[in-house]
């Protein structure tokens, strides 16, 4: 480039401006055949290098309110929920009522067979109780004035007969030892003991105090019967009582 220094500065200004195009044009030829050369070398599957274009973005569109569907109000939506959960919540307590009444009725049920069969376990006794009653009122009207104790002893036999029947309907029957039979500790109960006159008398009731009461339904005795029973010792001697029996137990 040559700059020409003259005191006219506008006119230096334009010459220089010329001699610069003068050199872009000198240069334009090289240009090209750089151009041609790089073609010529690049390989041909090379991909062609895009040039990105300096465009404006594209503003994102705001987040538009979702469509609300025509007729579709919140506020009903949950009324009607409200009240088909409220319905639901009166058929379950009807349904628990029903149930209790329900209950309450086979309780009373359970009742009242519990008494039935309770009387029809208990009616062989009231009948016999009855019964009972009915033959102590009349010997009381007929007794005589001075009964003899023989009467009395009959009498009270009598009664103790029909409590007799009353007890075997029940299933228990009365145990009856008799004196000078074998003392069974199953059956018996030895109150006292007393010192047997022989050795044959050993283990021997000597008297009955009370009877006792068999379970026939189980076979097992409730109530033993109270007996005194002799007991032979060696020792016994003359005296009237054996060493170490007890009495009146």
């Given amino acids: 480039m040559i700059i020409i220094r003259s005191p006219n500065w506008p006119v230096t200004r334009a010459t220089?401006?010329?001699?610069e195009a003068g050199e872009a044009m000198r240069d334009e030829p090289e240009k090209d055949e750089q151009r041609e050369e790089a073609a010529v070398l690049a390989p041909a599957d090379?991909?062609?290098t895009a040039v990105p274009e300096t465009a404006d973005p594209v503003p994102a569109a705001p987040d538009e309110p979702a469509e609300e569907l025509p007729g579709a109000d919140p506020v009903a939506e949950l009324t009607g929920a409200v009240?088909?959960?409220?319905e639901q919540i009166r058929e379950h307590h009807d349904r628990a009522a029903a149930?209790?009444?329900?209950?309450d009725k086979l309780h009373a049920e359970v009742e009242r067979l519990r008494a039935g069969e309770q009387n029809l376990l208990l009616r062989p006794i009231t009948t016999d109780l009855q019964n009972l009653r009915k033959?102590?009122?009349?010997?009381a009207r007929a007794l005589p004035p001075e009964p003899t104790r023989e009467q009395v002893a009959d009498l009270l036999?009598?009664?103790a007969l029909s409590a007799e029947q009353a007890l075997e309907r029940c299933g228990s029957a009365p145990i009856r030892p008799e004196v000078g039979a074998e003392f069974s500790a199953r059956e018996h109960r030895a109150v006292k003991i007393l010192p047997a006159e022989a050795p044959d008398q050993h283990e021997r009731i000597a008297l009955v105090v009370s009877d006792g009461y068999l379970d026939t339904t189980t076979d097992r005795v409730t109530v033993p019967a109270r007996v005194h029973v002799y007991r032979w010792s060696?020792?016994?001697g003359d005296s009237p009582r054996a060493e170490g029996m007890n009495a009146d137990v």
């Avoid at 009240?83 to 409220?86: F, G, R, T």
């Fill in 157 to 159: 036999e009598s009664f």
């Fill in 46 to 48: 090379a991909p062609e």
């Fill in 99 to 103: 149930r209790e009444r329900v209950i």
């Fill in 135 to 139: 033959d102590l009122l009349h010997q």
């Fill in 16 to 19: 220089t401006v010329s001699n």
């Fill in 234 to 236: 060696a020792t016994t």
């Fill in 83 to 86: 009240s088909a959960l409220a």
